[in-house]
């Protein structure tokens, strides 16, 4: 008969007090009898995620992870310790942008040691904005992920091998969103290697990979598939997420498919939805004010709202601000505007591919813009003109103190090709609960 003592005193010497409780857990987890279940061999989780089947979803089912009430209370009280000490799990942030998806890392607890974005103008605004976060590709830094190695990434953000709980990368989906022209020799299409490649070299305990739904389609699901297997090689178990921003809390349809992938004892389940109803377009954007530069004028000069918020998403946008910057409009030809005066909602302008968005429904998705499929900027519901880049911001649930280039196009270049911040928090969060698990 196997008899285990757990005497605090012989531990407190040379365990520290979250390191003791972190032991105990495990001390349990082994003594402790504990249910097994018996998997199915496994399909491919994009042909899982593509069969349709009664109740909940492949992607979508918890496992069960064995314990009892004692061992979970263990687990809450040291998760809560780690609250209370500040101690915030490591993430990396691959494919960065102007970011998105760092903004929502951030606010899901994470702390983000290091970008890497290769546009030298994203790389600005995200240093901007995160100013302590460590960005390779401003300021003469190498930002291609294909000339940086895991260890000068650790480097640049101060960290050592195993330090990071999180990998994260967003890959270019020119070629394979609907949208754009799908090439098969579109060199950017491999960048997702680079991804598998740090996560042999970083070792992270969970990675997520963002990308377009065209990704489930493009060569029949080859490329999803190949990154699902080249995880589970590298020891990531895996699950498909297929999300839609408008249900979490952003004004604005946005599909997006995330590779999840963990080391821990279980699969995370996918954010929950919002039970309240879809943000809709004028109530997100109608405090927001809107002017018109001076001839000769450049830049973007913050100027005070225009109403109080008309919903608890304005509020949260705004905060405390009185000002808020980037909200020139664009000048536009009479012909135009008179194009744009016989939109009704939702009402398409088929020769220059302008649409005039709904009030009361989210904004279908924005773009970076392909004008040979659809306009980069949509009208705005009442006035005659496209949207500012602070109403394309707020939709994209960028908060008013996020700061864009005075330059439009690139402002809007950068929005249409980010991760709303939302949407990347709901993600994060649910990944979160299974990190402090281990």
């Not at 209370?84 to 102007?98: T, Y």
Request: hydrophobic residues 35%; charged residues 25%; proline residues 7%.
């Amino acid at each position: 008969m196997l008899v285990c003592k757990a005497d605090r005193s012989q531990f407190i010497s040379p365990l520290s007090e979250g390191d003791f409780l972190a032991y105990l857990v495990k001390v349990i987890r082994v003594i402790r009898p504990c249910r097994r279940r018996m998997f199915a061999p496994r399909k491919s989780p994009l042909s899982q995620w593509k069969q349709k089947s009664r109740g909940r979803s492949a992607y979508s089912e918890r496992a069960e992870r064995p314990g009892t009430s004692s061992s979970k209370g263990l687990i809450r009280s040291f998760r809560n310790r780690r609250r209370s000490e500040n101690l915030k799990p490591i993430a990396v942030d691959l494919f960065s942008g102007a970011g998105g998806t760092c903004l929502g890392l951030r606010r899901a607890g994470f702390e983000v040691r290091a970008a890497v974005e290769i546009d030298p103008y994203k790389a600005q605004t995200l240093a901007i904005n995160h100013p302590k976060t460590s960005v390779l590709g401003r300021a003469g830094t190498n930002g291609d992920v294909r000339r940086i190695s895991g260890s000068y990434l650790l480097g640049a953000g101060e960290m050592n091998a195993g330090d990071v709980e999180l990998l994260v990368a967003c890959p270019p989906c020119q070629g394979f969103s609907l949208q754009g022209n799908r090439d098969p020799q579109d060199e950017r299409n491999a960048l997702y290697l680079e991804f598998i490649r740090l996560v042999g070299e970083i070792k992270p305990k969970s990675v997520v990979m963002e990308n377009v739904m065209g990704i489930t389609s493009f060569e029949e699901g080859a490329v999803l598939d190949d990154v699902v297997r080249r995880l589970e090689a590298a020891g990531y178990a895996s699950v498909i997420w297929p999300l839609d921003a408008a249900n979490y809390g952003v004004p604005q349809i946005r599909k997006r498919i995330f590779v999840v992938g963990t080391t821990a004892h279980r699969l995370p389940s996918p954010p929950r939805k919002k039970k309240s109803v879809r943000v809709g377009v004028w109530e997100a954007i109608r405090d927001l004010p809107a002017r018109a530069n001076a001839k000769g004028e450049g830049g973007t000069t913050p100027i005070p709202y225009r109403f109080e918020p008309a919903s608890s998403y304005a509020r949260k946008m705004r905060g405390a601000r009185r000002e808020v910057a980037n909200c020139e409009i664009t000048h536009h030809a009479p012909f135009l505007k008179a194009r744009f005066s016989k939109l009704h909602w939702k009402e398409r302008d088929e020769p220059t591919r302008h649409r005039r968005l709904h009030p009361k429904e989210p904004a279908p998705t924005l773009t970076a813009g392909s004008r040979s499929r659809t306009a980069c900027r949509p009208v705005h519901p009442y006035a005659d003109r496209v949207l500012t880049v602070r109403e394309a911001a707020r939709l994209t649930s960028f908060p008013d103190w996020y700061r864009f280039p005075s330059n439009t196009a690139e402002a809007w270049s950068q929005i249409g090709n980010c991760v709303p911040p939302l949407m990347a928090e709901a993600v994060f969060r649910s990944l979160l609960s299974t990190i402090d698990f281990e």
